[in-house]
Every structure is written in C-alpha cells, then in structure tokens.
T-cell receptor, first 109, second 116 residues
Framework: GQNIDQPTEMTATEGAIVQINCTYQ??????LFWYQQHAGEAPTFLSY????GLEEKGRFSSFLSRSKGYSYLLLKELQMKDSASYLC??????????FGQGTTLQVKP | GAVVSQHPSWVICKSGTSVKIECRSL??????MFWYRQFPKQSLMLMAT?????????EQGVEKDKFLINHASLTLSTLTVTSAHPEDSSFYIC????????????FGQGTRLTVV
C-alpha cells in the first residue's frame, strides 16, 4: 500500500522558521515533491528531491532521507504570504504523483 | 517552466448535464497527463492517468463511464463529467509531463465545477 503522512495544521510567527515533515511508505519511488497551494488555486512547484540530502532554494529548503522514508520542507524568514497549504507528493514508477493530505500553515504577525 | 493551460477555470452546470474540461500543454508535447480531483480542505486525489493514443488508466473507485478521458493528441487531454450530480462538485486539476519520470510536474490552473 501507499501512505503519505504530514501534519494537518501548523502555526508560526512572521519572520520565524518552520519545518513541515512528511513521512511516506510507497511501493515505488522516483522522487519527492513539495508544492504550495493557496486556497482556490492550483499547486505551485517548490522542490524536488530524489537523492538523500538537503536542497536549498532561497527561503525554502527540502530534505530527503530515503532510508527513513522521510522528508521535510523548511521555510525561513516567514512572510504573511507564506500562509498556504503545503503538499508532499511521492512520484511512483509510472510517474504519477501520490499526495499527502497537505499541511495548512498559518503565519501570524 | 513549461505551461499547462486548463479551461474553463470555473463552470456551473445543471444536474444531469455533461461538462468537458480541457487540458493543454502549450510549449511541450505531453505524452502523459494526470487528472486529479480535490474536495474542499482535502488534498489532491489522482483520478486517472492518460497516455496519448491509448485508453486512460483509472484509479480504484473512479467510474470510467462517468469520467470520460480522451488524450487524442500530444498537447490536449479532455475530461468529461457525464450526467453530473451535486456530489461531483469539486476542483479538477490536470498535470502534464513529457516523460515517465519527472523532476517537475506542471499543473493546469484547475477547474472549479459546481453542479446545481
């Protein structure tokens, strides 16, 4: 079976750092994606990891440990506009993405 | 990045009618397109995988006779919701790729379907 878990909700303060975790158990693995989605809009690509380690891209970083079935998305210097849902998705052998339930992040002043 | 265009962005239809949603890859040839459905405050659920020139592969629990998918060209896939009912009201999103394994999946803008 396939299972992707991430926290449902998180709250953080403007200017702070927040880490959103994602654990997965899938039958095939060809990379892990993180997406940002604002209400009523399509997901926006943030990052892709296929090898173990940390990928940094501006204020956002993503980490992957394949042996542990674990990833996290790190958001630094939080801004109010970062309030959104963050989706973790695993790509299987056929290319299709299986999404976690998403983490709704609320950034407070 | 590559552009995927989805049309319409929103549609309201009467119960019992059919609605067609288009997904186009504008600057690349999409050999595979994926159709997702998202209910309020839930994540994206894969409905089907569409490969150009062949029949779509549907996920378990998705009625293939109700959600008709056509991928007749390398730049266009369509999803038709037949005999729509209020419970079909949802956000439908397509994504397109030019190869089996991708480093970035490109999504359309999504279609908000409301069945009244």
């Amino acid at each position: 079976g396939q299972n992707i878990d991430q926290p449902t909700e998180m709250t953080a303060t403007e200017g702070a750092i927040v880490q959103i975790n994602c654990t997965y158990q899938t039958s095939g693995f060809n990379g892990l994606f993180w997406y940002q989605q604002h209400a009523g809009e399509a997901p926006t690509f943030l990052s892709y990891n296929v090898l173990d380690g940390l990928e940094e891209k501006g204020r956002f970083s993503s980490f992957l440990s394949r042996s542990k079935g674990y990833s996290y998305l790190l958001l630094k210097e939080l801004q109010m506009k970062d309030s959104a849902s963050y989706l973790c998705a695993v790509q299987g052998n056929t290319g299709k993405l299986i999404f976690g339930q998403g983490t709704t992040l609320q950034v407070k002043p | 990045g590559a552009v995927v265009s989805q049309h319409p962005s929103w549609v309201i239809c009467k119960s019992g009618t059919s609605v067609k949603i288009e997904c186009r890859s504008l600057d690349f040839q999409a050999t595979t397109m994926f159709w997702y459905r998202q209910f309020p405050k839930q994540s994206l659920m894969l409905m089907a995988t569409s490969n150009e020139g062949s029949k779509a592969t549907y996920e378990q629990g998705v009625e293939k006779d109700k959600f008709l998918i056509n991928h007749a060209s390398l730049t266009l896939s369509t999803l038709t919701v037949t005999s729509a009912h209020p419970e079909d009201s949802s956000f439908y999103i397509c994504s397109a790729s030019s190869r089996v394994v991708n480093t970035e999946a490109f999504f359309g803008q999504g279609t908000r379907l409301t069945v009244v």
